[in-house]
């Protein structure tokens, strides 16, 4: 189902290189809180480096070992700095595709395949899997939290997102 932004286009829209962006990159979308009880969630509009599934934590290319200026986004890391968090893709996007993630607000991320997201714990980049999340320690950056304990292992678990990069 469609989601209606009031921009014109939906947040699950996917647009190819032949298709041409449909959005600046970067652009950011406030979704308003409606009556799913879900609250507002802030979206960001990004081309894929590499095909994405629903809960891929992505962060901005590394190229030559930098970041790239546009945002560009790939998988994190295993182990990367929730510092480096652009959003996570809540459906699918193909490689060189442009498209929505979300940056805050309640949604879904997949859980790292060692490591399970614990319930009103904090979420950092998955340490074993690329573009995946895990619990938390207590002192640590966090780019959200668990709603409820999901086990390890590329499942899906119900999260608030916060995340730190632009």
Known sequence: MAIDTGIGIS???????????????????????????EGEQVWI???????????NVVCRKITAGALDADLIVQKTLAGM????????????????????????????VLTDSGNAVGGAGGLIPGSNAVGTAEAAGATARILGVGIATT???????PVILDCPSR
């Not at 996917?14 to 041409?20: D, L, P, R, Y």
């Open 45 to 55: 509009y990004v081309q894929a480096s590499e095909a994405l599934v629903a809960g």
């Open 81 to 108: 700095p929730a510092d480096l968090v652009v959003g996570v893709a809540q459906h699918a996007i193909a490689s060189g595709s442009f498209g929505w993630v979300l940056k805050s607000g309640q949604g879904v």
């Open 11 to 37: 947040i699950d829209l996917v647009s190819t290189t032949a298709e041409g962006a449909q959005a600046p990159l970067g652009q950011t979308l406030l979704k308003p809180a409606g009556t799913n009880g």
């Open 151 to 157: 086990a390890a292992g590329g499942l899906l678990a």
